[in-house]
Nanobody, 115 residues
Framework: QVQLVESGGGLVQPGGSLRLSCVAS????????FGWYRQAPGKQRELVAS???????NYADSVKGRFTISRDNAKKTVYLQMNSLKPEDTAVYYC?????????WGQGTQVTVSS
């Protein structure tokens, strides 16, 4: 069974950058599509970026041009580079595989964008 651990969040000023990491263990990492999700207080969890096994990417309109998803198969890690951060990007960020059923959700990593 795949297990996921997210890290890299923190407090950043508007316009700043963060890079999130998601380390996976178990399963067949190279075969999976992955996605980064976020959940803001009082809102539903939403998918903001996804990456296929051959590294094709897709983004929600709200983050397009600012966020970049990537993967390192050797490290079994998925990244989310977030630039030009806005207060509305504040949320807990999670990763999960999009292939087959979801893995158990990790603890997520908190991103807070505030001056």
């Amino acid at each position: 069974q795949v297990q996921l651990v997210e890290s890299g969040g923190g407090l950043v000023q508007p316009g700043g950058s963060l890079r999130l990491s998601c380390v996976a263990s178990g399963g067949f990492f190279t075969m999976y599509y992955f996605g980064w999700y976020r959940q803001a207080p009082g809102k539903q969890r939403e998918l903001v970026a996804s990456i296929t096994a051959d590294r094709s990417t897709n983004y929600a309109d709200s983050v397009k041009g600012r966020f970049t998803i990537s993967r390192d198969n050797a490290k079994k890690t998925v990244y989310l580079q977030m630039n030009s951060l806005k207060p509305e990007d504040t949320a807990v960020y999670y990763c999960n595989k999009l292939t087959g059923t979801w893995a158990p959700w990790g603890q997520g990593t908190q991103v807070t964008v505030s001056s």
